[in-house]
């Protein structure tokens, strides 16, 4: 199968994948909220092109990004449609006495560009950092230790869950299962989740005495040296420049 990981390209050599992980986090998320709050199509826009360039210096393939993006428009495009005809404003064009306005198509297009260079921008960051790297990091910078053991075990056992999944599935094929939407089909899919998350829960608890028996403290541990050079201290200043200066524009509105 192939597992859909998010540091699958961690060891390229780029500015971006050299630059440091705790540096990286903090400026990504100022970025981030910055991206996320623009008011203007046209900051927006040259907020998602931000992202693609910062995509292009990471040298990270186009088709990793695309695959994960995809998913994200499934949600936000919809709203292209939706909007138009819920929003209330300038009529653009009626069909059967439904109206589309100008308004509503402004906000949906606002909302798909920001939603597209946050996305980029962040998938940019956790692709150009080993998962083991970024969990170090988050716990360098304090981040609360319960959510990122949650982020860590999340991300180190969901493989081992879609690997039982496929396995309950193949079996249930092998006996002849045609997964159908009547009550026999519904029953068995939901007798196979029970099981699933019965079974994730018994592993867990293994895995939590086995941890606990060799002396796990809730560290991280890597062999990750984290040390800010020149370059580092440079590209913090000028992304969070990038940051204020994208605030400053949607304040000043």
């Known amino acids: 199968m192939d597992y859909p990981e998010i540091d699958r390209y961690a060891s390229l050599d780029s500015p971006i994948h050299r630059f440091d992980p705790r540096a990286k986090i903090i400026t990504f998320v100022l970025l ?19 992202s693609l360039l910062l995509l292009l210096v990471s040298k990270l393939p186009i088709r990793f990004i695309l695959k994960r993006v995809q998913i994200v428009l499934i949600f936000v495009l919809p709203l292209l449609i939706i909007m138009p005809l819920t929003v209330k404003g ?10 589309a306005t100008r308004e509503g198509l402004w906000y949906a297009s606002l909302i798909v560009i920001r939603s597209m260079a ?3 921008l962040i998938l940019t960051m ?24 949650m982020l860590m075990f999340t991300y180190r056992y969901i493989f081992v ?24 089909g519904l029953s068995v899919m939901g007798n196979m989740v029970g099981m699933l998350i019965v079974k994730s829960y018994e592993r867990g608890e293994r895995v939590y005495q086995a941890m606990i028996s060799r002396g796990y403290t809730g560290n991280p541990k890597t062999r990750t040296a984290f040390a800010m050079r ?14 204020i200066l994208v605030h400053i524009n949607t304040v000043m509105m």
């Open 161 to 184: 869950i879609i690997d039982e999944f496929l396995s309950m599935w193949r079996a249930m094929s092998a006996k002849g299962f045609n997964p159908r939407t009547n009550m026999y």
């Open 90 to 99: 300038t009529e653009l064009f009626s069909v059967f006495g439904i109206s």
């Open 126 to 149: 956790l692709g150009s950092m080993r998962f083991d790297t970024t969990i170090k990091a988050l716990y360098t910078l304090k981040a609360p230790k319960t959510l990122v053991q």
């Open 230 to 243: 020149r370059t580092d201290y440079v590209l913090s200043a000028i992304f969070v420049g990038i940051a």
């Open 118 to 120: 946050a996305v980029i």
């Open 32 to 50: 981030l909220i910055s991206f996320v709050f623009v008011q203007k199509i046209s900051v927006a826009f040259l907020a998602l092109l931000f």
